[in-house]
């Protein structure tokens, strides 16, 4: 009796996973979706931006437009005394360069991520990011599809998180975490990819 139990108990994160995946099939999931973001060639992704600087926290409204499949620009909607600041993207580099105005983000990550930086990585991750985690979830009623991807940059641990709803691959949320701790959460608002 005692080694049926243990074994048992042994098996449990086994069955849970399972469980959890209701039976679907996350590899062909994941092919999909990564396919689906590596046929992307332009977008307009509108997405509210939060950061937590851990003695302070921002807000932002961003515009991510990619205008093909190596260039692109971020505008800032809001907040209102920043609104306009717009910067392109190279995905080459994966640098934005402001036209005419420096906008503080605060402390960047090992890996250069800022709020700014956010929206272009994301994408990029999404096509061809190297996933640790795969399932599905309901997000505010709408059934997801949940990815982690994680980087290590220097010293710093990244992990990003995201929530596609199931049957249209839209993102719906993502959650970038720095060393474990949230440092960027996205709600996307408005999104459009050719």
């Not at 108990?9 to 590899?27: E, Y």
């Not at 910067?87 to 402390?107: F, R, V």
């Not at 309901?138 to 641990?157: C, H, N, P, Y």
Request: charged share 25%; net charge negative.
């Amino acid at each position: 009796m005692q080694k049926r139990l243990s074994a048992l108990i042994r098996m449990m994160p086994v069955f849970i996973i399972l469980t959890a995946c209701n039976g679907k099939n996350t590899d062909k999931m994941l092919n999909d979706l990564q396919s689906y973001y590596q046929n992307v060639h332009t977008c307009s992704v509108q997405a509210g931006v939060t950061v937590d600087f851990g003695d302070s926290v921002s807000e932002y409204r961003l515009l991510y437009e990619q205008t093909d499949e190596e260039t692109g620009s971020v505008t800032v909607l809001a907040p209102e005394s920043i609104k306009g600041i717009r910067a392109a993207w190279d995905a080459e580099s994966g640098q934005l360069a402001y036209e005419d105005a420096i906008l503080e983000t605060g402390e960047q990550l090992g890996s250069g991520v800022t709020p700014v930086h956010a929206l272009p990585l994301l994408m990029k991750n999404w096509s061809e990011g190297y996933v640790t985690e795969t399932g599905y979830e309901k997000l505010d009623g709408t059934d997801s599809v949940v990815l982690s991807e994680s980087a290590q940059s220097g010293d710093t641990e990244i992990e990003y998180r995201t929530w596609f709803d199931e049957k249209t691959f839209q993102p719906l949320k993502s959650e970038i975490y720095a060393d474990g701790r949230l440092y960027i959460l996205c709600e996307f608002e408005r999104c459009s990819f050719e």
